[in-house]
């Protein structure tokens, strides 16, 4: 019976682990690990986020892919600035 706890606690410390260093939360998947056991741990490897260029996996709070270089957010930023310029551009033919 003792065996089986530590295995558990390893299984939550190993999923905390992967977690924070896929930018998941540690304490989350932590409790994920104590939860699920060896499940919590695979499930662990799908934490945080993907880049959309090199499809690696990044800290969902990321703005610049550590991997690639990238910028992520600021592409759907740019994208929604660029929706409202078009919609201002269409006004200011219809004005003028
Ligand atoms: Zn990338």
Do not use: H, Q
Not at 7 to 16: E, P, Q, V
């Amino acid at each position: 019976m003792e065996l089986i706890i530590i295995i558990w606690f390893a299984c939550a410390i190993t999923a905390g682990v992967i977690a924070s260093n896929r930018g998941g939360s540690g304490l989350f998947w932590f409790l994920e690990g104590a939860i699920f056991g060896p499940l919590g741990v695979l499930t662990a490897f799908t934490a945080g986020k993907k880049c959309p260029y090199c499809r690696s996996r990044i800290s969902p709070k990321a703005i610049v892919c550590p991997k690639c270089g990238r910028e992520i957010e600021k592409k759907k930023y740019d994208k929604w600035r660029e929706v409202g310029k078009t919609i201002r551009e269409k006004r200011e033919k219809k004005a003028g």
